[in-house]
């Protein structure tokens, strides 16, 4: 959550080229980007965007180059607006990680500093989307209702299945109806009717498996 405080942003450009200033479009964000002395060239879009936010987003540009010499003015800056305004919160865009002695003494003098790689990492805005993602409620899950099985997939698995326990039991398989409609139950379905048992039947006989002479079986 972005507070109504001036919230300050300090961007290391030489360190990090930004490309949008999009999401500090908010009047208590204050922009200013500290270029070194290669950044000799900006991307055409952001100098417009910084034109467009007025008083609201500067340069400064480092005269001189040298070892940590755009840090320093960094620091420099956060010295003074801090001293002038105490309960702004200021952020530091840069992955130097060099700056965090620095911002870690100023929050124990009660000064919000932080840094951020990326103007999307800020604090505020990880906060923003943080609160979106618990507000958008998730998704029921649709139950997958398994198709049913017809009639004449279940008698095709029974047929393939009893047949090789008949391979298997031969030459030790039942020699009734009866008792071949019982095996069958046992190893197929303990509630299968015995209409789906003469269909099994008939179609083990036609396909010559089996050989029914007088209610017996060969």
């Known amino acids: 959550m972005v507070t109504s405080k001036n919230n300050y942003v300090l ?3 030489e360190n990090v080229q ?5 999401l500090l ?10 270029l070194g002395k290669t950044n000799t060239k900006l991307d055409k879009s952001l100098v417009i965007q910084i034109q467009q936010r007025g008083e609201k987003a500067r340069y400064v540009e480092l005269e001189t180059s040298g070892k940590n010499a755009l840090d320093f003015h960094i620091a420099y800056y956060i010295g003074q607006l801090s001293s002038s305004d105490p309960s702004g919160c200021f952020h530091v865009i840069s992955k130097d990680t060099g700056f965090d002695p620095l911002l870690q003494h100023l929050k124990s003098k009660k000064i919000s500093a932080v840094r951020s790689e990326s103007i999307e990492t800020m604090p ?5 989307k943080t609160e979106a993602n618990k507000q958008v409620p998730k998704a029921k899950e649709k139950s997958v209702t398994k198709p049913e099985v017809s009639e004449k997939q279940r008698h095709h698995k029974y047929f393939t299945e009893y047949l090789t326990v008949l391979i ?15 095996h069958m139950k046992s190893h197929l379905d303990k509630n299968m009717t015995n209409q789906t048992f003469q269909k099994l039947l008939q179609a083990f006989v036609q396909n010559g498996y089996i050989k029914l002479n007088d209610k017996k079986l060969t």
Do not use: M, W
């Open 11 to 13: 961007i290391d450009y």
């Open 18 to 22: 930004v490309q949008s200033l999009a």
């Open 25 to 34: 479009k908010e009047d208590n964000f204050n922009v200013i980007i500290f």
């Open 124 to 128: 505020c805005f990880e906060q923003r």
């Open 168 to 182: 298997k039991r031969h030459p030790a398989n039942p020699k009734t109806i009866a008792g071949l409609f019982n």
